[in-house]
């Protein structure tokens, strides 16, 4: 007893320091409520034990027969109610979703015949989730593991109101993203980084660029909650949608599971993975101390196959990774449990470029690298009252450069770099037969990394039956460290010219030298101090929470209060950065004055200000009748920057202002959060027994989204960034899902949207503040606008036992198919007269039609998997088929904008055109031996333009 005692005092005070010097977001626990009666009279039963099987967690009735489980992880549970003189009843398989309440009510006999015996009930997940205040979707690992996709995030995309946007950074014109692995995600018309990704409660977002490239093993996840309408108070800087993985933690008995897929006998595209899981107590027969780890080794020799390519893989577009997760369960009282865990993954690619094609080496190379560690304290102070504390660090880190030269900053230096060939559509690779080096390489690196240190500390009580109150607070300190130099050949420069044009802090180029004083090699450092050193802005909030329950009415009304201090420094006055006090103009300024009215100093900045926020949320639930639930919400949201347009190197900055050498935006600590005010209503109603429809409607407002601009300045205007982008969006959505009946179960989703705005993405008006033209004063919509989606999901699954019979064999029983059909209708795009949209001169286009008011062409995709199971012993052994694109249909993702087609630009039709066609009649031996004809043509059927061909995969999954 003193021992735990003793481990408990420890443990409250690691929490105390922590909270002292170090967030997370949200807890993955649910509430277990519901009310035990007398079957025969109806009336509520005071004094019943109802206790989760095989845990401490349980509560007594209250003297109207009601009960409520505070604090229970997310999973699946048995459960059972007791009382003297009654029959026990469990009920088996219950689950618990994060944030809601699971509701399961009791009906006890007296009859001394059943008394004493204990009736056993299979429970099954309920239709209409009755506490439900917004759109929600819950995927539980069983059905992932169902599903014909092994990246979480497919997951998400299959939702309504999800945009599954996949943009050819080869062909677009008006700004874009950063590249990702994963497709980018939009929810209801939101950019990219208005989406909160949580594992466990915690912010794996990168908060530099909004990208999440953390993967997850599907076979650690043990739940995915996806909310695309409104959120509690207990989330923050999010403004479309929040995702919550759940992973799985230590159990009583050993088990596990090894599984390989691979495509090595179906097709070329090399998928290879191999994962392993394994979980159960740290020491036999101690239930105390249990742990759980998983692994993932991914190989892929084409990491984005794309039909038109005959078959074949992309070049250079392959992809090398794993996944790593652990996670430590320690009991250290029926009350008090600690939790450890780590989660991580490293990937290194490169990305297939159809200009580089004849120069494949020298393509963009990435390397990824993310991990998470985490701290958790949970304490049961009483049955109605708990509190949480965690801790933990996150970073993020990517590199991207030459393939060739990739992270050694001294290989880029060159006084030339090749230029493109004659017909101006490639880059030109190494000539064999000579000596020299004639390839052009990716005169570009970027070296970034993102971390933040976070803690959080919230208290739930379930004050009395119909209230259940949460306060919370929050605290993140980050460290941001970004380099780019967007021409690394002059470094051959050195320190004089060679570093003109990098942008940088937290990061510096440090240059190496021999005796004689030469430059001999260059490196990427750290840099800690003065005016370019590391990025550390921190953020604040603090939340109430108050959920409402009452005779079915749920009311989930919150208030959230944000802080952000970004920490740097500001200059005093846009229009003259290099001299705010214009001490030039002054006659009796001395030449020292003069010159630094040149120059960019300490005393041209200013501190940024500090920005404050208030969030109301009001979410409400309401039952019509039995089976029928109306909700409705309205919620204001404040999304952070992301940061990477908040910083820049001063003397960078300095830079663009004195030479204005070429156009790239820097950063702007001025930025204000973006605002969105959503509103939403639905209408759920349960079908029968078995189905359900779901209807809803919602709105949003959005303001002070982030553009690129022109500023005008002394002595040289520069590009950078204001709150100046708006637009609205709104949309239906439709639902029907089936659990399983007949062995059939299926989800049937539809969503309407309009996603209208001034600018899609921050840098979607780059060439209007390059040109400084009149920027877009009419919303218009935006690159990720798909109007209609549907999406169906069916599931046919046997049991043992179940099919057709041979004798005594049952050959499909164990068996199933999952098929998923998803429709889409095209992306839009901005008509513009025919020009040469692949050539690499620079080009800019005259538009045809307003922004974004022609669509792209319809998609149409099924994937499927079947599966079927074994036993061996106490092994069971899954054997499955894995196809993606069944029909193999060429669905394009991306169109030239002078004719709407993926594969044809059209110029070549025009006069220029065919002067072109003429001018380079002859055959190149160093690009495939074709002319030019040959050669404009293989260039404008880029597979970037389309999306996967069919692909087949075999994997098989042994589980104990």
């Known amino acids: 007893m003193f021992k735990h005692k003793l481990i408990l005092y420890l443990l409250t005070a690691a929490v105390a320091l922590l909270l002292l010097s170090s967030t997370a977001f949200a807890a993955n626990v649910g509430k277990v409520a519901g009310r035990v009666v007398d079957r025969e009279t109806g009336e509520g039963l005071p004094t019943v034990a109802v206790q989760l099987v095989g845990t401490n967690m349980g509560a007594l009735t209250d003297v109207d027969g009601q009960y409520t ?127 909160a ?102 190989v892929e020799d084409d990491r984005s196959p794309h039909a038109l390519n005959d078959g074949d893989r992309l070049p250079n577009n392959d992809l090398r990774g794993w996944t790593w997760q652990g996670k430590l369960r320690y009991d250290v009282t029926p009350n008090f449990i600690a939790r450890i865990g780590i989660l991580g993954s490293y990937d290194e690619f490169d990305r297939y470029d159809r200009s580089f094609h004849f120069n494949q080496e020298h393509m963009a190379k990435f390397e990824d690298r993310n991990n998470s560690f985490y701290l958790q304290f949970t304490h049961n102070v009483s049955k109605k009252t708990f509190w949480t504390a965690k801790a933990n660090y996150f970073e993020t880190y990517r590199f991207l450069g030459d393939g060739v030269f990739f992270d050694d900053p001294w290989a880029y230096a060159s006084e030339l770099n090749p230029n493109f060939n004659d017909t101006k559509l490639f880059w030109p690779g190494d000539d064999p037969e000579t000596e020299e080096d004639e390839a052009h390489f990716f005169d570009d690196f970027t070296k970034r990394e993102s971390a933040y240190y976070g803690a959080e500390f919230d208290i739930t009580s379930q004050i009395n039956a119909e209230n259940e109150l949460k306060f919370g607070l929050e605290y993140q300190r980050h460290t941001l460290r970004w380099l780019r130099h967007a021409t690394p050949r ?132 309401f039952p019509v009748t039995d089976k029928t639930v109306f909700h409705l919400y309205y919620g204001k949201f404040f999304q952070r920057p992301e940061l990477q347009y908040l910083y820049t190197s001063y003397d960078y900055l300095e830079y663009m202002v004195r030479e204005a050498p070429y156009y790239n935006p820097v950063g702007n600590p001025n930025l204000e959060p973006e605002e969105t005010t959503a509103y939403e209503v639905g209408v759920t109603h349960q079908l029968g027994d078995n189905a359900r429809f779901d209807m809803t409607a919602y709105y949003k407002d959005i303001k002070n989204l982030t553009q690129v601009i022109n500023q005008p300045s002394q002595p040289n205007a520069f590009a950078t960034y204001r709150n100046q982008d708006y637009g609205t969006v709104k949309g239906l959505e439709f639902a029907m899902k089936m659990r399983r009946t007949r062995n059939i179960a299926f989800d049937i989703a539809y969503s309407l949207q309009y996603a209208n705005g001034t600018g899609s993405f921050a840098t979607s008006q780059t060439n209007i503040a390059w040109t400084n033209s009149e920027r877009p004063r009419r919303v218009s919509p935006l690159e990720f606008d798909q109007r209609h989606k549907i999406t169906a999901i069916v599931d046919v699954r046997s049991g043992r036992g179940e099919g057709p019979r041979l004798g005594d064999f049952y050959p499909l029983e164990k068996s199933g198919i999952n098929a998923v059909l998803t429709v889409g209708s095209g992306l839009p795009y901005s008509p513009s007269e025919i020009f040469n949209e692949v050539t690499l001169a620079a080009v800019s286009p005259n538009p045809a039609a307003p922004i974004n008011s022609r669509y792209g062409p319809w998609t149409y995709r099924v994937d499927l998997k079947a599966s079927r199971s074994f036993n061996i012993a106490s092994l069971d052994l899954n054997f499955y088929v894995w196809v993606l694109n069944v029909f193999d249909t060429e669905n394009a993702i991306a169109v030239y904008e002078g004719t709407g087609k993926p594969d044809d630009t059209g110029w070549l039709a025009t006069e220029p055109g065919q002067v072109f066609i003429d001018t380079y009649s002859e055959a190149d031996p160093n690009y495939g031996n074709m002319n030019g004809l040959e050669q404009y043509e293989f260039r404008q059927r880029d597979p970037r333009n389309y999306d996967i061909p069919r692909m087949i995969r075999l994997g098989m999954r042994l589980s104990f």
Request: no cysteine; proline share 4%.
């Open 490 to 621: 002059r470094l051959y420069q050195g320190p004089e010219g060679g570093l003109d044009d990098v942008d940088n802090y937290g990061y510096d180029i440090v240059f190496q030298y021999d005796a004689d004083s030469n430059i001999v090699g260059a490196s990427i450092e750290d840099l800690d101090d003065g005016w370019n050193a590391a990025k550390h802005p921190y953020t604040f909030a603090a939340y109430l929470q108050d959920k409402f329950e009452w005779e079915g009415l749920v009311v989930n009304a919150g208030l959230r209060y944000d802080y952000l201090n970004v920490n740097t420094d500001r200059l005093i006055n846009d229009e003259i950065p290099l001299d705010p006090f214009e001490r030039a103009l002054d006659p009796d300024a001395t030449d020292e004055e003069i010159q630094m009215a040149q120059e960019l100093n300490p005393e041209d900045l200013e501190p940024a200000e500090a920005e404050q926020r208030l969030s109301p949320r009001l979410g409400i639930g």
């Open 197 to 298: 990704y949580m594992v466990d409660g915690f912010d794996t977002k990168d908060p530099l660029t909004g990208l999440a490239n953390l993967s997850i093993n599907n076979n650690s996840i043990e739940e995915i909650s996806i909310t695309t309408g409104g959120f509690n108070a207990e989330y923050g800087w999010i403004a479309s949608g929040a995702v919550q993985v759940t992973t799985k933690e230590g159990i009583r008995n050993y088990s596990g599971s090894v599984e390989a897929i691979t495509s090595n006998f179906t097709d070329d595209y090399g998928y290879n993975s191999y994962s392993v899981d394994f979980t159960g107590p740290i020491l036999p027969d101690n239930e105390k101390l249990s742990f759980f780890v998983s692994g993932e080794r991914r």
């Open 69 to 195: 489980i505070l604090n229970v992880p997310v999973g699946e549970y048995d459960i059972k109610a007791e009382l003297v003189g009654y029959q026990p009843i469990e009920k088996r398989g219950i689950f618990v979703s994060v944030d809601l309440t699971t509701y399961v009510d009791f009906e006890l006999t007296s009859r001394a015949i059943d008394v004493g015996e204990v009736q056993v009930v299979e429970a099954e997940r309920p239709l209409v989730i009755r506490d439900q205040t917004s759109t929600l979707r819950l995927v539980s690992g069983d059905e992932i593991q169902n599903l014909p996709t092994k990246d979480y995030q497919d997951v998400i995309g299959f939702s309504t109101g999800v945009v599954t946007y996949q943009d050819n950074f080869g062909i677009r014109q008006r700004g874009g993203d950063e590249t990702s692995n994963n497709p980018t995600l939009n929810i209801r018309g939101g950019r990219q980084n208005e989406v």
